[in-house]
């Protein structure tokens, strides 16, 4: 086997690896499996919500104490924005946010 392959093999195990963890690991309330049912939810992946839950670019939390999490989609060029409930890992919500603006840090 070549070092192509083998780098080939090891990228698509991580890939297999973080699907099943997200696919059985990502919590979500029975209000958001509902809504996911919406045609306009039902293309936003897994993958996507736990991209945004770790590697958030912004953070707010709620009066009601569920945090919204931003982070942008780079293969599509949108933010997802991930509400989540008050123990941080059940998501209650997820879309894309049109109105979101990344804060000039400099």
């Known amino acids: ?6 780098i ?3 990228i698509y195990s991580v890939d297999f690896l973080i699907y099943i ?4 690991f ?15 939810r039902r293309n936003i992946k897994d ?6 839950i770790k590697n958030l670019i912004r953070e707010e939390i709620q009066s009601d104490g569920r945090i919204r999490r931003w982070a942008k989609i780079k293969e599509i060029y949108k933010y997802l924005r ?5 123990d941080g890992e ?3 919500n997820a879309f894309f946010d049109r109105n979101f603006k990344e804060e000039d840090r400099s």
């Open 1 to 6: 086997m070549s070092d192509t392959d083998t």
């Open 8 to 10: 080939t093999l090891l």
């Open 21 to 24: 963890y997200v696919y059985f």
């Open 26 to 40: 990502i919590k979500s309330s029975q209000y958001f499996k509902f809504t996911r049912m919406r045609p306009d």
């Open 47 to 52: 993958e996507w919500m736990h991209h945004v």
């Open 82 to 86: 991930v509400i989540l409930l008050e």
């Open 90 to 92: 059940t998501v209650h």
